[in-house]
């Protein structure tokens, strides 16, 4: 699958960095949430969901993290250990996040409230749907 980096802007000089996030600016979608991920045990593995519709930006403004994405066509892992790298997450990619470091902090931007309802929370139930996603779209082709 094509993963989408986005290069963050840095300000700043030896005393200090800076970056700033703004919607549809930097951000390719109108920022209506921000979480972030802390404290998390290096043997833990979060994620193991894919969204239907959700889009988000994910920066880890403080350590590592690797992302293990797949949207149907197979699984490709993305470290991420740069606040000046946001990573595109896409709806209907599967995602599941490990290897934290002690310090990570990971920033989440997304353009939807948080809704249970969008989660999808079973691998073989999301193959299903982007199968059939993928299949529609196949034929809207012909
Ligand atoms: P979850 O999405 O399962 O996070 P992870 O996959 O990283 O473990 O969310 C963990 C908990 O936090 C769950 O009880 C739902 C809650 N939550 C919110 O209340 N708001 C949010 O924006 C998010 C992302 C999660």
Redesign the pocket.
């Known amino acids: 699958m094509e993963i989408e980096r986005i290069q963050l802007q840095k300000h700043g000089d030896n005393g200090g960095m800076l970056i700033a996030l703004e919607e549809d600016r930097n951000v390719p979608f109108v920022i209506r ?1 921000v ?1 972030y ?1 802390y404290a998390t045990q290096n043997d833990v593995h ?4 894919a969204h239907r519709h959700l889009h988000q930006l994910a920066v880890a403004v403080r350590g590592s993290v690797t992302f293990l994405l797949d949207d149907g066509s197979g699984p490709v892992e993305v470290v991420l250990d740069d606040p000046s790298q946001g990573l595109m997450l896409g709806r209907m990619v599967w995602r599941e ?1 490990y290897d934290f470091s002690e310090d990570c902090v990971l920033m ?1 931007l ?1 353009d939807q409230l ?1 809704d249970q309802s969008d ?1 999808i929370t079973d691998y073989a139930e999301f193959m299903r749907e982007v199968s059939g996603a993928m299949y529609l779209e196949d034929m809207a082709a012909c």
């Not at 979060?46 to 969901?49: A, E, L, S, V, Y």
Request: no cysteine; charged share 25%.
């Open positions: 949430r979480y991920i979060r994620g193991k969901h996040l989440v997304a948080y989660y």
